[in-house]
């Protein structure tokens, strides 16, 4: 079968030239889910490949300590995980803030430094305040500039608490704590807490003395500490009355519970009110949302602004894995339905029983009717009815029939009409022999049969099926209809459908008998070379042979669509994902999405904007907007990197923040790039291996016309092939300069196999 991440496409140029860009997956299964009694869901993770950016957390097996779950600096320990509530529940192991005074003088500290500016984590507005005991102390939480802690001093909360002066009217400080004295909260003798109004990742402290004689200064426990709330009520007599909990000889304090939220993409907030990140504009692009029934939230403070998952209502689980929402059986829970329950995707229906009526989502809200007034209605309106149930569902069939044979015709000479008449005025054979009816597809797949779907997602669904000839076929349904795209589809139909490349994958024929009209094309059962490189049920099934062999197929396909068909074509989107391998493991090109046609008359460029993939994404062409066909000999290079080490380019970063080409392209300059190397291409290689590690860094020079063209890369790879073959060989001396990132706005084309199809569709029906 074809797998997901191959399958989903999007219908030619008709359905739209949207790219999809490459997302964080969660984890393999073999990732840890625990540590110390404490589950970690996705996107929380403990090894490395097993958690979304910044949400890494460690389990510290310390010997002679039970394992615990650690976050920040290690002072935090993780409690408990909430992925509804988006909250990490903490103990703050250091108890309260570290002040620097000598007795007597004012002090500062910071609660918090260790869980970084720049991460996902705040304190939770909603659930933490601010906890002050001791006598006559003052202390405040002060703000920093946006974007960090220090260098502000604006004030966010704070707050004073007393002891009473023993003189004559009054006593020295009681034992009591506000519980016993039934005030129920901290408030201001003895003790003091105030809610924190602006969450943040770290706080600075002030702590005044208010009392210039320190009568009291030893009566309590001076501590300042950021909490959960309600804690103190149930710790107030263990901390005040110095029991085994804090003394008055200051032993070491007890670990302080706090609740932390968290949010995807959290950015600080720059100007106030204006959110700096949020749900991404396509939830396909790079979005956290993977369950299919999930929603993206906006989250929006003070401080950072980010984004959340959610299951949708009806449904439960964890929206950051594919398949993490499940539909919840509402019809299995009690007080949901005192009738006949039916449960239905992401909800369920409720019904009295027959004979019943009345509210059945109440205990004993059905009421049972009159059984001789039933049987008089029925007795005397059952003919009629009867008549005139039989009479509507004759005249309701024969519309429907009706109706769908009109709007099949309505469909079939809308895009026909459009479509033939590009495809004509060029070869008529070609244009007949591609129309399939939507008969012919109903009964190649059982109606659409939902057996008979082989990947789909938000765009469309892939169905297998036989044709009346006996091809197996892939057959794409598309969701969506999009005008604006009709007439880029027709052109792209008209040229590409004259292509035929044994590495490009072929196009059957389109059915125009429907909105948005079908795409037919040949079912290739090896899956990606993206699955071969990087998914662990094909950890070793590409030999160095193979690797060659692949590369030099694809550079062939290329470069005959570079300069061997009248309208030289750029591809625009070379990656792992859109190279297909046949039962045999032959390379098949796909996603002709993105491509575009480059008439000879423009001189090999033309501009236009700007869709790829990052990490395969020319420079120079992310820069100027100028495309060409050394845009597609940058992605190859990118692609014999990615064959060579194994890497994920889109997601590869070293601890200097440089990519997969800076740094295979500084490692080769420095004769150590072994150590990059994947240890299967080392040791079946050979000298081979540096031969296509030059071409590969060739290939992504920065200046376009520092690289190799694809005949050329074709004709080197095929002396690698085949030593003795006398080929030109590409400059290898040219200067090596290659641009770290390029980071663009549009989305990028993760799935969108049609497209490709219509680059190959001449096959004789």
């Not at 803030?97 to 260790?114: E, I, K, S, Y």
């Not at 969506?480 to 052109?491: C, G, W």
Request: hydrophobic letters at 35%; a neutral charge.
């Amino acid at each position: 079968m074809i797998p997901a991440a191959r399958t989903m496409m999007v219908l030619v140029l008709l359905c739209s030239a949207v790219v999809r860009g490459a997302a964080a997956a969660a984890g393999p299964p073999s990732c840890p889910t625990s540590c110390g009694g404490v589950s970690v869901p996705y996107p929380f993770g403990i090894a490395d490949g097993c958690y979304w950016p910044g949400f890494n957390l460690t389990c510290d097996r310390t010997r002679g300590q039970p394992p615990r779950l650690l976050v920040g600096d290690g002072t935090l320990q993780v409690t408990e995980i909430s992925l509804a509530n988006s909250t990490v529940r903490v103990l703050d192991t250091a108890g309260a803030v570290n002040l620097t005074f000598d007795g007597v003088a004012d002090g500062n500290g910071t609660w918090g430094g260790g869980l970084g500016a720049g991460g996902p984590f705040v304190v939770s507005e909603r659930h933490s305040q601010l906890v002050v005991t001791g006598c006559n102390v003052q202390a405040t939480l002060v703000g920093g500039s946006r974007g960090g802690v220090g260098g502000g001093g604006n004030v966010i909360s704070g707050c004073s608490s007393f002891c009473s002066i023993n003189d004559m009217w009054t006593g020295a400080v009681t034992s009591s704590s506000p519980a016993e004295s039934g005030s129920g909260a901290c408030s201001g003798i003895g003790c003091c807490e105030t809610p924190i109004p602006i969450g943040r990742p770290s706080y600075r402290v002030r702590f005044k003395w208010l009392d210039p004689d320190h009568e009291y200064d030893d009566q309590l426990p001076i501590a300042v500490r950021v909490a959960e709330r309600g804690w103190f009520e149930g710790a107030s007599a263990a901390l005040l009355n110095g029991t085994p909990g804090y003394s008055a000889t200051r032993r070491a304090p007890p670990a302080v519970p706090v609740v932390l939220e968290w949010a995807v993409d959290s950015k600080p907030v720059v100007l106030p009110g204006v959110a700096t990140s949020g749900c991404p504009v396509d939830a396909a692009r790079g979005s956290a949302c993977r369950s299919g029934h999930s929603s993206c939230r906006n989250v929006t403070g003070n401080y950072r602004s980010g984004y959340v998952c959610r299951c949708q209502d009806g449904y439960q689980g964890n929206p950051y894995l594919v398949g993490g929402c499940q539909d919840v059986d509402e019809c299995a829970l009690p007080g949901m339905c005192f009738g006949d329950c039916t449960n239905t995707d992401g909800a369920y229906l409720c019904r009295c029983p027959r004979g019943a009526r009345g509210n059945p989502r109440i205990k004993d809200g059905c009421v049972k009717s009159s059984l001789g007034l039933s049987v008089g209605i029925g007795v005397g309106s059952g003919a009629g009815i009867l008549l005139l149930a039989l009479s509507a569902m004759f005249l309701t069939r024969k519309l429907k029939h009706r109706r769908a044979k009109l709007l099949r015709q309505k469909f079939f000479k809308q895009n026909r009409g459009h479509l033939l008449q590009q495809l004509v005025n060029q070869n008529a054979d070609i244009a007949e022999r591609m129309i399939i009816p939507l008969a012919e597809l109903e009964k190649a797949t059982n109606h659409f049969d939902k057996a008979r779907e082989i990947g789909g997602g938000g765009h469309g669904t892939v169905y297998k099926g036989i044709l009346s000839d006996l091809h197996v076929v892939a057959i794409k349904k598309s969701k969506l209809a999009i005008k604006r795209e009709i007439d880029e589809f027709i052109n792209e139909v008209a040229i590409l459908s004259q292509i035929n490349h044994r590495n490009v994958v072929k196009l059957f024929g389109c059915c125009l008998e429907t909105e948005v009209p079908l795409l037919v094309y040949e079912f290739i059962p090896n899956g990606t070379l993206y699955h071969h490189l990087h998914v662990e049920e094909y950890a070793t099934s590409l030999s160095w042979e193979n690797r060659l062999r692949i590369a030099t197929e694809t550079a062939r396909a290329l470069a005959y669509l570079h300069s061997a068909v009248l309208l030289p074509i750029v591809h625009r989107d070379i990656k792992s994902q859109n190279i297909l391998l046949d039962g045999t493991l032959i390379a098949k090109v796909s996603d002709f999405g993105a491509s575009r046609g480059i008439p000879v008359d423009q001189t090999g460029v033309v501009a236009t904007a700007i869709q790829g993939t990052l990490g395969y994404l020319d420079p120079m062409y992310c820069r100027t907007g100028r495309l060409t066909d050394k845009s597609d000999v940058y992605s190859f290079g990118v692609l014999l990197m990615e064959l060579l080490t194994r890497k994920k380019p889109y997601l590869y970063r070293t601890s200097e923040e440089d990519n997969l080409v800076t740094h295979f392209t500084t490692l080769l300059a420095e004769g150590e790039i072994a150590g990059m190397l994947d240890p299967q291409v080392t040791e079946e290689g050979g000298k081979e291996v540096e031969e296509v590690a030059l071409l590969a860094v060739a290939c992504v020079r920065l200046q376009g016309e520092h690289r190799p063209t694809m005949r050329q890369v074709e004709m080197t790879l095929e002396s690698l092939r085949a030593p003795h073959e006398n080929v030109v060989m590409p400059d290898m001396d040219a200067p090596r300069d290659v641009v770290v990132d390029c980071t663009i706005k549009e989305e990028t084309r993760q799935y969108s196999l049609e497209e490709e199809y219509l680059l190959s569709s001449r096959y004789p029906r």
